[in-house]
């Protein structure tokens, strides 16, 4: 997937179809020699929503996509990551978070940090699974 | 009603506001679209089918987005459901990374558990991250929801779907009421009022075959209901993992790795 893409692609999950393709189409193309494609997970504890964003040319674009996805006042990004994946887990006590360069591993440091539980959410960047 | 019933009814749902969608708008003075009038045999008929789906033991699925959905993971999902207890299994072909990966799943006690790429089953809780297949017969967020608040029905006559008989509708839906089919949990979708093209394909038995709604520009979602009232046994899968690996590094300041869960 070439950049355009990319970025079409994470601004419509952030926003949803229409609105992201506005957003796409106002970033700027990451610079030819770079290579990173940030992702984030945004979550609003009072009613469960998530917000997912990936292949954005920086931190702060993923993390301002999947708050803008979430949508609801106490969304926050929960973890951001760059070339790999993010998960968020759910137990009874706590809500947790891991960031890795693959899915298997973020879910389990995610887990490690919930203390147990289940797999809520996540997301990846392109090539990473 | 049963989580069963509900799946059905979901799926059955977003195929008759999907239908709707697609031709039911005329412009009123401002210039705004409003909702055409249904057609009243195409109403009837949606509320038939939408009972028909409430009714429903079980069904053979099938979900295919066609086009980007961000709040789906998945691109395909293949299931049988049960509606009493709600309950099924099948696999879900997820968008990883810009690569696809098979994911078979079990959906049963209010729980998915999903092998992704063969590494290992992990419960994802309601199954929101892979599919949530529950929500496809669900009444209140599946297809039947879609059927009944299909606005400007219109009957565009009939066609088979795989090799049945149906009659095509077609109208719109209040985008909210797809969030359930497609997993969207953001505000933007669950409290969409925008009107979404809508077609539902209904039997000559009054069952729902196939919605399809476009919740994008360019973007798709197709769900089919087969094997109406067909039921199948689900069982947990026998070795669940709750992997539990530590990460070797800090996370930054402004993101702990945990917070505290309401009670």
């Known amino acids: 997937m070439n950049i355009t893409r990319r970025l079409i692609t994470a601004g419509l999950a952030a926003v949803g179809a229409g609105a992201a393709l506005t957003v796409g189409a106002s970033v700027d193309p990451a610079p030819a020699h770079a290579y990173d494609y940030y992702g984030a997970l945004a979550l609003s504890p ?3 929503a998530t917000g997912r964003a990936w292949d954005y040319p920086s931190e702060s674009q993923a993390a301002n996509a999947a708050q803008g996805a979430c949508g609801y006042t106490d969304c ?7 070339n790999g994946c993010g998960a968020i887990a759910s137990s ?3 809500w947790g978070y891991g960031r890795a360069p693959d899915l298997w591993t973020a879910q389990s440091y995610a887990l490690s940090a919930a203390g147990g539980g289940y797999i809520y959410d996540w997301v990846c960047t392109s090539g990473h699974s | 009603m049963h989580r069963p ?4 009814a979901a799926v059955v749902a977003l195929g008759a506001a999907a239908a709707l969608s697609l031709t039911a708008c005329s412009s009123d003075d401002s210039g705004e679209k409003a909702p055409a009038s249904s057609d009243p045999a195409a109403s009837e008929l949606l509320t038939k089918a939408a009972d028909s789906t409430e009714a429903l033991k079980g069904a053979h699925i099938t979900v295919t987005v066609n086009g980007d959905l961000p709040g789906m993971n998945a691109t395909s999902v293949v299931a049988d459901v049960n509606t009493d207890p709600v309950s099924g299994s099948g696999e879900a072909t997820l968008n990883m990374g810009g690569t696809e990966a098979k994911a078979p799943f079990v959906y049963l006690d209010d729980r998915l558990y999903a092998n992704v790429q063969d590494k290992g089953w992990i419960d994802y809780g309601d199954g929101r991250s892979i599919y949530d297949a529950s929500k496809v017969l669900d009444p209140e967020a599946g297809v039947p929801a879609i059927l009944r608040s299909l606005e400007g029905a219109q009957e565009a006559g009939k066609e088979d779907v795989d090799g049945v008989s149906a009659t095509k509708v077609t109208g719109t839906v209040p985008a909210s009421k797809v969030a359930g089919l497609t997993g969207a949990t953001g505000k933007s979708a669950t409290e969409a009022t925008e009107a979404l093209d809508t077609t539902v394909w209904v039997t000559d038995d009054n069952q729902v075959a196939k919605v ?5 520009a360019e973007t798709t979602v197709t769900v089919t209901l087969s094997d109406w009232n067909k039921t199948v046994e689900v069982s947990k899968p026998d070795d669940v993992e709750t992997p539990k690996a530590t990460p070797t590094t800090s996370a930054p300041a402004d993101q702990p790795t945990r917070e505290k869960a309401p009670n």
């Open chain 1, 46 to 48: 009072s009613t469960g």
């Open chain 1, 76 to 82: 926050r990004v929960v973890t951001t990551f760059v």
């Open chain 1, 92 to 94: 009874p006590s706590y």
């Open chain 2, 5 to 8: 019933n509900r799946l059905v």
């Open chain 2, 212 to 216: 399809e709604v476009a919740p994008a």
